[in-house]
């Protein structure tokens, strides 16, 4: 009993103090917001750094993260890892060849990889890429729209 009041205690003090010059404002499912220095990823946990220690999150817990508009100094905790991005299933060799020949299936392609890229343009931009990344993610996908507008269906 004593210990889980601890640590309700201790959360909640971690939750509701606002660490001063924070950098992210990470945003819990259940109305709650965390302050970090920085973050990190470790499979299916976040690890949020602040002055008084680290914090373990689960990542479903996260609806969003936000730079708080801090220069923050270069840390690996903000280079994109790959365990960050989700995984895609590979294309094969007979997909890509019948989308060369029929228009439905290379219609289906472009929609998924339109699908695919909206997504990756959400997460780069809640990761807080540069904005020539993000720009050059908006150019692909005008370009797959119109590949697929151009095959008049």
Do not use: C
Request: hydrophobic share 40%.
């Amino acid at each position: 009993m004593k210990r889980s009041l601890l640590a309700a205690a201790v959360a909640w003090l971690i939750v509701s103090t606002p660490a001063a010059h924070a950098d992210f404002e990470i945003s819990l499912r259940e109305g709650q917001t965390v302050i970090a220095k920085s973050y990190r990823f470790e499979g299916d946990k976040l690890i949020a750094y602040q002055p008084a220690g680290e914090v373990q999150i689960d990542r479903a817990r996260i609806v969003n993260i936000r730079d708080r508009g801090a220069d923050p100094p270069p840390h690996p905790a903000r280079a994109p890892r790959a365990v960050d991005a989700p995984a895609r299933a590979p294309q094969t060799v007979s997909a890509d060849a019948k989308a060369a020949t029929d228009p439905e299936a290379r219609e289906r392609q472009l929609s998924r990889a339109i699908i695919l890229a909206y997504r990756d343009l959400m997460f780069a931009q809640n990761r807080g890429e540069s904005k020539e990344e993000i720009e050059k993610r908006k150019a692909e996908i005008k370009k797959l729209e119109a590949e697929r507008a151009s095959l008049g269906r």
